[in-house]
């Protein structure tokens, strides 16, 4: 995983190397042409040995030696001898120019893909590695955003650095030399049409690429607003809120709208105001290059018209290469901004980091302690209130650990530190004796299955879901998960079985059979401990009783932490935490907490009223 977009390009330095070279041959191609047909035509004229022997322009005479290397193609007929060889030699370097071209287009194309992909990749890789609370700082819409647009900008600016960041500036100061050879007068236009050209380039560009950045940022909103809209369109219709969200999307595209023309109205003044330039340039070379001719002889004004045919074919390429080098600025400026953008999140580094002494598995048997928690602490911020304040326990190997309390008491925060999506703040997590920051983090997880609190599925089938915590895992092995989890009776009903497809999320499933499923992804793991994150809230009394049933009888090795609001759910377990404001205000087993922990007595009997238990 690369650490910033400038290692990739360091990947591929010969790509870098050789696309501007290849690129540069194009150019001298480009430049010698309009030379080449200069020669010929004064060649083709009837004096036009003798006025090219009297040539005192270096580059027409070794253009008009190099053709005499080729003789005589066309006897008693020199002007169309010369003619046809110059034309001949054009060809050739135009198809060599061609071939070079796509040459370049090709390095050009593949290596910028390339960039893309690894860098996209590497952003995937470090935003799995971020913990929520990364993901919360950054958002999620910034990190869509720069995943998709802001890789897809860097890849076009390596694109476009390759097969022109060369080209473009060795052809204008090419064109610049050779016209102030071929005519200083011609010249001193190009001189001076240039730097204008220039100015007039990078000073909208300077003032347009100031807000590239607001309207990514723009583009961020546009994102949130867009999944935070999809994720509740059942609530925004079931409230009659479609009209108001319309005119709130409406709103922020209008913000990201008026942002993007005020751009583009900046850029599309250059092309006119360029072009007026260069007509004006064109109009002084024509003028000065005409002048002459009118006190000149004939031969003479014959080679002053070709040196204004050739004059005004490098004010041509100037003109190309300028509207070309227009796009460069434009693109690298925006590639500069998104590569920025990427960086800032790819030197982020994550607040819970790998261990490098890297614990792998350690055995140990049943009875030993397996989970303890040190007077642990947690606050999510420096400073801030603590979302858990001194927890202690111990849990020993096949005992199961219940965590009940109302909303926001800290349960699922509990269990983000046995799985090291946070680390404590104080204290010490310890999972088989050792401190849980001493184990890989692939190791730790390897060995216990989760089932969050949202079910989560992923778009593809059944077996595919099943086999994400178990690679290695069997049809029967499956059957056997499915069948404990009380998700069989619906899964055997599919003609197409365990390559039945999961939509999107699961959309196609009730949430009380996505949570059965994702309990069968988590047993068929055949985890050391599995962690239910009020994972059968959806489920019917009996169908959990059943669950739960399945799971302590055929999985008695395996430990069992259990998060719920039920104390019907948790009243089996060996040992239950009663968590309120992120404290333990009791901890026992069911008959000693009705006991001793009015507030689990208080949570039993409303439950047992209502008919929960």
């Known amino acids: 995983m690369i650490k910033k977009t400038s290692e990739s390009y360091k990947h591929h330095l010969i790509a870098f190397t050789l696309g501007p070279v290849l690129k540069m041959i194009e150019a001298i191609f480009d430049l010698l042409i309009p030379l080449f047909m200069k020669t010929i035509i004064d060649m083709s004229t009837f004096d036009g040995i003798s006025a090219i022997e009297s040539e005192k322009n270096p580059f027409i005479l070794s253009i008009s ?26 060809l ?34 470090k935003i799995l590695s971020f913990s929520k609370m990364e993901r919360e700082e950054l958002g999620n819409a910034r990190l869509l955003t720069t995943l998709n647009a802001d890789s897809y900008q860097v890849q076009q600016g390596v694109l476009i650095f390759i097969r022109l960041i060369v080209r473009a500036p060795f052809i204008i100061l090419g064109a610049l030399i050779i016209s102030l050879i071929l005519s200083y007068q011609i010249g001193l236009v190009f001189v001076a049409i240039v730097p204008l050209i220039l100015f007039v380039i990078f000073f909208i560009m300077r003032k347009s690429s100031k807000e590239y950045l607001s309207i990514q940022k723009k583009l961020d909103a546009i994102s949130t607003k867009t999944s935070d809209t999809l994720e509740g369109s059942k609530v925004i219709r079931a409230f009659n809120r479609q009209d108001y969200e319309m005119k709130s999307f409406e709103d922020v595209t209008e913000i990201y709208k008026k942002n993007s023309i005020k751009v583009n109205r900046l850029n599309a003044l250059i092309n006119p105001l360029t072009f007026a330039i260069i007509s004006f340039a064109i109009l002084s070379v024509v003028l000065f290059g005409g002048l002459p001719m009118f006190t000149s002889s004939a031969a003479s004004s014959r080679a002053y018209s070709s040196t204004i045919i050739t004059e005004v074919a490098y004010l041509a390429q100037i003109f190309t290469t300028l509207v070309q080098l227009t796009n460069v600025v434009m693109v690298l400026t925006k590639a500069n901004v998104s590569a920025k953008r990427v960086d800032e999140i790819l030197r982020k580094e994550p607040k819970i980091q790998d261990c490098k002494e890297n614990i792998t598995k350690k055995e140990i048997k049943e ?37 009940i309390g109302g909303t926001g008491s800290g349960k699922s925060t509990l269990v983000n530190l046995i799985l090291r999506f946070l680390d404590a703040s104080k204290g010490k997590v310890l999972y088989k004796g050792e401190d849980i920051k001493k184990y ?61 497809i999961v939509e999107e999320g699961g959309r196609n499933f009730s949430g009380g059979q996505r949570q059965r499923l994702c309990i069968a992804r988590a047993l068929v793991k055949k985890p050391e401990m599995i962690i239910l994150d009020d994972s059968t809230s959806a489920l019917d009394l009996l169908t959990d009783k059943k669950v739960r049933t399945n799971i302590s009888e055929k999985y008695q090795g395996i430990t069992k932490v259990i998060v719920s609001q039920r104390v019907s759910t948790v009243s089996d377990c060996d040992l239950i935490l009663v968590l309120e404001g992120g404290k333990v205000i009791g901890m026992g087993n069911h008959d000693d907490l009705l006991k001793t922990c009015p507030v689990y007595k208080e949570t039993y009997q409303s439950q047992i009223q209502k008919g929960e238990n």
């Open 440 to 500: 890989s983090l692939s190791s730790l997880r390897e060995e216990i299955g989760y089932v969050p609190q949202k079910s989560v599925l992923f778009k593809g089938t059944l077996k595919k879901n099943m086999l994400m915590s178990n690679p290695d895992a069997t049809k029967d092995d499956m059957t056997q998960a499915f069948s404990d989890a009380m998700a069989l009776e619906f899964v055997s009903k599919y003609e197409d079985g365990y390559d039945h």
């Open 92 to 125: 050739v370097m135009g198809i060599l120019g061609f071939a070079t071209t796509m040459l370049t287009q090709y390095v050009a194309a593949r290596t910028a893909v390339l960039v893309g992909t690894e860098v996209r990749n590497s952003l995937y890789e």
């Open 367 to 403: 009875g030993d302690g397996i989970l303890a928690f040190e007077d642990v602490s947690l606050g999510y911020k420096e400073g801030g209130n603590l979302a858990l304040q001194n927890i202690s326990f111990q849990l020993q190997k096949g005992q199961s650990l219940g965590i």
């Open 65 to 90: 030696k190099f053709i005499r290397l080729f003789g005589t193609w066309i006897p008693n007929n020199p002007n169309l001898n010369y003619a046809i060889i110059g034309g001949t030699i054009i």
